[in-house]
């Protein structure tokens, strides 16, 4: 059974209503989940279009079936050591919702890991590293097996001024 097989096969039994489901991908041999509902589609790396003046992390943007999607390259938002793309490195795009509306934008991770079905009272909240480290955008930390995963909240992964840049590209 391929990976895309048992992704489909953990949607389709994740009913519980107490439950949320995460799509997990791995960055840094960390493994990282967001939630579901907000994934629109997973595709393979490919080349996007450059944009001047914008962050490092800012790869540029992919025309997706019409719409202009920014792409995000998530180990250069975390500081990460850098990555040459491979055959598992792939774009997940999804829904970002704000108090300004909503957008659509790509992040490239390492690979796709999972989906976890994971119950409101395992998520335990982030840790408290004080005031020098942001941790704003983690929803908080899931067991699942053997596994710690770090479950983002995806609304709250780029600053205010970051989403208004993303969306002059978007235009």
Do not use: C, H
Request: glycine share 8%.
């Amino acid at each position: 059974m391929s990976l895309s097989q048992d992704v489909v096969e953990n949607v389709a039994n994740g009913d519980d209503v107490d439950t949320n489901q995460y799509l997990t991908f791995i960055l840094a041999d960390e493994e990282y989940g967001v939630d579901i509902l907000r994934v629109q589609e997973i595709k393979g790396y490919d080349k996007v279009t450059d944009i001047p003046n914008t962050p490092d992390y800012m790869m540029g943007v992919i025309n997706l079936r019409g719409t202009i999607v920014p792409i995000i390259d998530l180990r250069r938002r975390f500081t990460l050591d850098l990555l040459e793309y491979g055959p598992t490195t792939v774009v997940i795009v999804m829904k970002v919702v704000t108090d300004n509306g909503s957008r659509v934008m790509g992040i490239v991770v390492d690979a796709v890991s999972d989906v976890y079905n994971v119950a409101q009272d395992d998520l335990q909240p982030p840790p408290d590293f004080g005031t020098g480290i942001s941790v704003d955008f983690v929803r908080g930390l899931a067991t699942v097996g053997d596994n710690m995963v770090i479950i983002l909240d995806i609304d709250r992964l780029l600053s205010d001024d970051e989403l208004k840049s993303m969306d002059l590209l978007s235009k």
